[in-house]
């Protein structure tokens, strides 16, 4: 195996072996771009050092002999005492891990060739001692773990000596007395002398930079960022040129677009006399890139002319690191640069408009989280406000309002027109009402599938759950010893997590405002527009939305969204309707309950004529009640407590008693395993038939009036094909009878959402038109994971642990969920080739899951009005 490559024999597909600045130093010797020589070492010559903790074999031998080659090259020895040759020693991971790891400068200088690079300098003593004492610096801190405050502390002290705060002021004697201070200090830490072999130099800072793959900071960033943590990195062996030879050289940083916004043009810091981490530690102010004209005309021409080869070649935004030697101009790295989401949508669009990538380029250089980023309001930080505290970014977005603590506060100050941001323990559906009213939700516990974070991300509304450090009372919170109480303003950032006292000013999303369907005269709308465009053009997966009534369906259609994937009808039975629906369960004759049914009858089908109104044509997924009863009645501890204190004083209630009994009779376990969705209507006569009437009665009105209603029906928590098939059939029935002349067609499905149901689904597939994937309650049942606890109560330790990089109720588990519904679509189309696939679990508007139900070949996806966008793009991304 070949361990080490010559820049001119690698390229810049190479990335994998060579990294990416290896691959890159590779492409721009083969430009003929002024790249000193040098050479790099494999990703899979530190993937066998890591594992064995030696360099392999053959490995030394090869450096060798492509250091022999170099040193002919350069026509100098390295570390030579008359005309040595230095090197750099750099990491280069194949994905960029700015900062993470490590680089060793001036390789190769010794007590003897420090005056052999005075000479090469022409008598500089100053730069031959202060490359030495960088050397010792950069060596003891990254090779040999010698604590590097000590080292910046003497050199302070140093110039503090010489009473000044430049380290310019220092002169030759001054540098070589602080080497003597760095060398003891180096000796005391080691416990041996710096060494003074040249070879050994260069081959203890290449294991040092093998190791520091597994640095933990390198460890922790590729957990964020999902890197593979075997993938190893290469070392970069390069010929030193020095930007620290006086005022004719230097070192910069350059982009061939301004990172931030897009716009072309010449963007960059220029430090003269300097070596490159003097820029990054901030020793001195650098000077803009422009002013490098006035300064050596020669080389800023050059630098122009090779960074629009270089933006010409890669075809995109490119960034560059390169420094001056006494006027000459060398390239030291160059990428496809980092920028933020704005650019990258902006960037993409120019270069389709300047003919130099193709839309589907555009399309696979944004992504759906980008989008996402631009679609929610900021606050402007500016100012710098510190944090009160910080919980977990929840639902994204930036909310500003007057502190409450119930539901029922946030509604009476939204009614006066107050900003209100509803704080509570957790959330439960009773405070529905006041997150609607909420401009923003703070929760104390959970997190991010809590009630509160899975609620306010179908609202798009801001949300931080999980601030545990929140202590909450009935009309307070206080945190870190500051008390704040109903009508303190909070804001509350639910990207960041971050909570702040008193009002942070907010930026509207120009974005949202042209999904919303407004004129926007922006550049970064125009780039979405184009972009968005073409993922509609492009996209197999249809895009539909899970709303529960007209407002968000037509917010969703306004964003895209091509019908309802799912509306949960349990969401309409709270607030005044909740009387109702206790009355249905407490109900001890038929005639109670029919009466409560048809009370409820009318508000279900204005319900339905809502959404299908908004809807119109669109085909809208209507789900049968699905959770356990008892989360309509109150709470059985509250309840206890008042029957016993009421018992105590004589004053018995025999109504509270009863629906006392008749909680305790409810009560369950394990609800979300309990007597819930089929399994109800299989249970209370009458409950989903009723829902069944209103959904065809409402689409019988409308097509009354012209329009065109496509209801759905959906049957929630089916396992096995006999519960759908009594369930259908009294459906058919209903709505055979409901919509006979009118024109109407329903179709009947189920969710697939319980194992058994995605392995039996050959089965299920002959009693539904459609399936709809609920990843919620297949995760949850998959994994074995109660979807309202765990986030909380150990997967910081499993994201910690490494036993998944993100949460499988945010992103889906391919493997394992994956697979059952895999196997669904497989068997259930096998049995009916035109069954219709959809998914509406949350994950069906998560960029990577979206991924995956493309390659599994279903006909849409269903998210939150949210989430539309972001879903259509990442469709269209798949599809190219
Ligand atoms: C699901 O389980 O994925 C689903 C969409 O249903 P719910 O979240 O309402 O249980
Ligand atoms: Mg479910």
Redesign the pocket.
């Given at each position: 195996e070949k361990y080490v490559y010559d820049f001119s024999e690698g390229h810049k597909d190479l990335k994998e072996l060579l990294g990416g600045k290896g691959a890159n130093l590779a492409e721009m010797t083969r430009l003929g771009l002024p790249v000193p020589a040098g050479f790099t070492v494999t990703t899979r010559a530190c993937q066998a050092y890591l594992a064995t903790g030696q360099n392999p074999d053959g490995l030394d031998a090869e450096i060798d002999e492509h250091l022999a080659a170099l040193e002919r090259t350069m026509g100098r020895r390295l570390g030579d005492a008359e005309d040595p040759l230095l090197v750099s020693v750099r990491s280069g991971a194949a994905f960029s891990m700015p900062g993470m790891m490590e680089t060793v400068l001036n390789v190769g200088l010794t007590d003897a060739s420090v005056a052999g690079l005075a000479a090469q300098a022409g008598g500089n003593d100053r730069f031959a001692w202060d490359s030495y004492r960088r050397l010792i610096q950069m060596f003891g801190k990254t090779v040999c773990d010698v604590p590097g405050e000590e080292f910046s502390d003497a050199l302070e002290e140093a110039k503090k000596a010489k009473g000044t705060t430049d380290d310019l002021h220092l002169d030759a004697a001054d540098l070589r007395a602080l080497v003597d201070r760095f060398k003891r200090i180096f000796a005391k830490h080691t416990g041996y002398d710096f060494p003074q072999d040249p070879r050994e130099q260069l081959r203890l800072a290449m294991e040092a930079v093998f190791r520091s793959w597994n640095a933990e900071r390198a460890v922790l960033y590729r957990r964020q960022e999902r890197i593979p943590a075997d993938l190893g990195t290469a070392v970069n062996v390069c010929s030193m040129v020095f930007g620290n030879l006086g005022a004719d050289s230097g070192t910069g940083v350059a982009f061939t677009r301004d990172p931030a916004s897009g716009a072309q043009g010449i963007y960059g810091d220029y430090l003269s006399n300097a070596q490159g981490e003097d820029v990054v530690a901030g020793i001195r102010n650098t000077v803009p890139l422009e002013d490098l004209q006035r300064l050596d005309a020669k080389s800023y021409e050059e630098l122009l002319a090779i960074m629009a080869k270089l933006e010409g070649h890669y075809r995109d935004l490119c960034d560059i690191e390169f420094t001056i030697e006494r006027g000459k101009l060398w390239m030291l790295q160059t990428r496809v640069g980092k920028r933020t989401a704005a650019a990258a949508f902006r960037i993409a669009a120019q270069l389709v408009n300047e003919g130099v990538i193709t839309l589907d380029e555009a399309l696979r250089r944004v992504s759906g989280a980008q989008l996402a980023q631009l679609m929610f309001p900021r606050f402007d930080l500016s100012d710098e406000p510190a944090a009160l505290t910080k919980g977990i970014g929840a639902s994204p977005g930036a909310a500003s309002g007057k502190a409450v603590f119930s539901a029922q506060r946030a509604v009476e100050l939204a009614a006066e027109g107050e900003d209100v941001i509803l704080v509570r323990r957790e959330t439960n559906p009773e405070d529905l009402a006041g997150m609607i009213a909420a401009r923003g939700i703070l929760t104390a516990r959970g997190g991010k599938t809590s009630h509160a974070a899975?609620v306010a991300r179908g609202m798009g509304r801001t949300c931080v759950c999980g601030a545990d450090e929140l202590e909450i009372a009935r009309d307070r919170f206080t945190v870190d010893g500051q008390t704040v109480a109903e009508g303190d303003v909070l804001s509350i950032d639910g990207t960041t997590g971050r909570v702040y006292l008193g009002a942070v000013p907010v930026q509207p999303s120009e974005v949202v405002q042209y999904f919303e369907g407004d004129e926007v005269d922006s550049t970064l709308v125009e780039a979405v527009d184009t972009i968005m465009r073409h993922a509609d053009a492009t996209r197999r997966l249809a895009v539909r939305t899970?709303a529960d009534t007209g407002e968000d369906a037509a917010r969703a259609r306004r964003f895209g969204a091509e019908g309802i994937g799912?509306c949960?009808t349990e969401h309409m039975f709270l607030g005044d309707r909740k009387e109702l629906v206790e009355r249905l369960i407490l109900s001890s004759t038929e005639s109670a309950r029919n009466d409560a049914l048809a009370a409820l009858l009318p508000l279900q089908r204005a319900d339905f004529v809502d959404l299908f109104r908004a809807m119109d044509g669109l085909p809208v997924t209507v789900?049968l009640i699905?959770p356990p009863l008892h989360e309509f009645l109150p709470s059985l501890e509250e309840l206890a407590v008042n029957v016993a204190v009421a018992r105590e004083r004589g004053e018995e209630n025999a109504e509270e008693a009863q629906l006392l009994d008749a909680v305790r009779r409810m009560h369950e376990q394990n609800p979300m395993l309990g007597l819930r969705g089929v399994r109800l209507g299989l249970v209370i006569p009458g409950l989903f038939a009723m829902q069944v009437r209103a959904i065809a009665e409402a689409a019988v009105q409308l097509a009354g009036e012209g329009l065109h209603p496509r209801p759905e029906i959906m049957v929630?928590l089916v396992g096995a094909v006999q519960e759908l098939e009594m369930v259908r059939q009294e459906c058919e029935q209903i709505v055979a009878e409901v919509v006979a002349g009118s024109g109407v067609e329903v179709l009947i499905g189920t969710?697939i959402?319980v194992p058994r149901a995605a392995l039996t689904a050959g089965q299920i597939a002959e009693a539904a038109d459609f399936f709809s994937?609920?990843?919620?309650?297949?995760t949850?049942m998959g994994w074995g994971f109660s979807r309202d606890d765990v986030e909380g109560a150990f997967f910081w330790r499993y994201l910690e642990l490494g036993i998944f990089g993100i949460s499988p109720f945010e992103s889906i588990d391919r493997d394992g969920v994956g697979r059952l519904i895999r196997i669904a679509a497989e068997e259930g189309r096998a049995v009916r080739p035109d069954l219709k696939l959809g998914v509406?679990?949350?994950h069906g508007g998560d960029p990577e899951s979206v991924h995956f139900f493309h390659e599994v070949g279903l006909d849409y996806v269903s998210c939150s009005p949210f989430r539309v966008p972001v879903a259509r793009l990442e469709a269209g991304r798949a599809a190219v």
């Open positions: 899975v899970n799912l949960r789900r699905d929630p969710m959402e994937f609920g990843t919620n309650d297949l949850q509406c679990g949350e």
